[in-house]
C-alpha cells in the first residue's frame, strides 16, 4: 500500500533534480499483529446462540457459585417491568404479581405458541426433538411467588426442565 | 511492505515494482468486517446454569434417605426435615444477621452431608415475598454442601408449584 506526499519542499527539490517521487509506505504489520490478537480473543469469546447465555438487556442475575453450562433451549426472561418469551413480551410483571392464581393465562398463550414452533422445527429435524427445555432468566430482584407462577406455568405447558440463568461468581 | 531481494538493493531505484508487494488491503477488509461482528456477537459476562428439581417431577429429594428441608422466609432460614434434630429458624433481617445465618447454615449442612452421606437434594421452601438473589444463594449453599440440586416449594402459597405430572 503506498501513496505520495506530494508539496513539500524535499519532493519538490528532487522533482526539479529529476529524480521521481518518494512512495511514503503504510506500515500495516503493527496493525495487523492487533487485529491478529483481537479476532482470536473475540473467536474465543464468541459463544453460538449466544441469546441463551447472554443476560437480557436491564436483568441483573443473580450471582452464584453454580458453574454448569447451558444447553439449547428456548429462553423466558422475567425483567423488572416484563415476562418476555422467546424476545417478545408476554405481560406485565406486575400482572404476574398481582395474580392470585398460579397459572398465568399470557405467559401460557406464549409458551404454548412456542412449544408449538418447537415442535413443528422437531419435526422437519430428525436430531432433534422437542425437550421441554426451558432457560429462566430473571431479575434478582424479583420475589419468589413470581417466579413460582413462572415456572408453574411453564410445567402446565409442558416445560418440565427448567434452568435458572444466573452469574458466575 | 514489499519484498526486496538483494540483488537489487544496489540498482538505482526507478519506481516501486507493484507485483512484489503482498496486497494486505483483502486482509485487512476482512478483519474490520470481522471484528465488529465477533465484538457484537461476544459475551463478556459469564453466565451459568443453575438446575431445579420440583415435586412430582422425579428430583434427588423424592428418593433421598433424608427429607432434608430449608425454610426461607422474608426474616428467617433454618434446616428442617432431619430426625431428632430440631434446628432454630435464625434471624436473618439485616444484612450481617443473614450472613451469619448462612454461615451457621451452610456449616449445618456440612454436618448434615458427613451424617447422611447418601442424601440428596434439598426442599426448599420459599415465602412469596423473599427476593429471587437470596433464594439462589441458599440453593448455592446446599449444592456447595454435597446436596445437589433443590427441589423449590412455595411457603403459603395457594397451591404446590407442581402436582403430579407426567412427561412432556
Known amino acids: 500500500m503506498s501513496g505520495y506526499l506530494p508539496h513539500t519542499m524535499a519532493m519538490n527539490r528532487r522533482r526539479r533534480a529529476g529524480e521521481e517521487a518518494i ?38 442475575l443473580p450471582p452464584s457459585s453454580s458453574t454448569a453450562s447451558f444447553k439449547e433451549a428456548p429462553v423466558l426472561v422475567v425483567t423488572r417491568t416484563d415476562v418476555v418469551v422467546d424476545g417478545v413480551s408476554a405481560c406485565a410483571t406486575s400482572d404476574v404479581e398481582g395474580s392470585d392464581r398460579l397459572k398465568i393465562a399470557p405467559v401460557e398463550v406464549a409458551l404454548t405458541e412456542l412449544r408449538a414452533h418447537s415442535e413443528r422445527l422437531a419435526e422437519k429435524s ?44 | 511492505m514489499s519484498l526486496r531481494t538483494s540483488g537489487r538493493r544496489g540498482k538505482k531505484r526507478r519506481g516501486l515494482i507493484e507485483g512484489e508487494e503482498l496486497n494486505l488491503l483483502p486482509l485487512m477488509s476482512l ?10 456477537s461476544a459475551v463478556f459476562v459469564p453466565v451459568s446454569a443453575l438446575g431445579i428439581d420440583f415435586p412430582g417431577t422425579g428430583g434427588s429429594a423424592t428418593a433421598s434417605p433424608l427429607a432434608l428441608t430449608v425454610r426461607l422466609t422474608e426474616t428467617t432460614i433454618g434446616l428442617d426435615g432431619v430426625p431428632d434434630r430440631a434446628y432454630p429458624q435464625r434471624d436473618r433481617t439485616t444484612p450481617e444477621a443473614w450472613s451469619a445465618a448462612m454461615d451457621t447454615v451452610r456449616a449445618e449442612l456440612s454436618e448434615l452431608r458427613a451424617a447422611y452421606p447418601a442424601a440428596q437434594g434439598a426442599i426448599l421452601v420459599v415465602s412469596p415475598l423473599v427476593p429471587y438473589r437470596d433464594v439462589v444463594h441458599v440453593m448455592d449453599a446446599v449444592r456447595e454442601a454435597g446436596f445437589g440440586n433443590s427441589t423449590l416449594l412455595g411457603a403459603a402459597a395457594p397451591a404446590p408449584v407442581m402436582g403430579a405430572g407426567g412427561t412432556p
Do not use: C, W
Open chain 1, 23 to 60: 512512495a511514503a509506505r503504510l506500515q500495516l504489520t503493527s496493525l495487523i499483529d492487533i487485529f491478529t490478537v483481537l479476532l482470536l480473543f473475540l473467536l474465543k469469546s464468541l459463544v453460538v446462540g449466544g441469546a441463551v447465555v447472554t443476560p437480557f438487556p436491564g436483568v441483573t
Open chain 1, 126 to 169: 430428525a436430531n432433534r426433538k422437542f425437550e421441554g427445555k426451558l432457560i429462566v432468566q430473571a431479575d434478582e430482584t424479583i420475589p419468589f411467588h413470581v417466579l413460582q407462577k413462572i415456572m408453574y406455568t411453564s410445567q402446565t405447558v409442558g416445560f418440565y426442565d427448567i434452568t435458572l440463568a444466573v452469574l458466575q461468581k
Open chain 2, 31 to 40: 478483519f474490520v468486517a470481522l471484528v465488529p461482528t465477533l465484538l457484537y
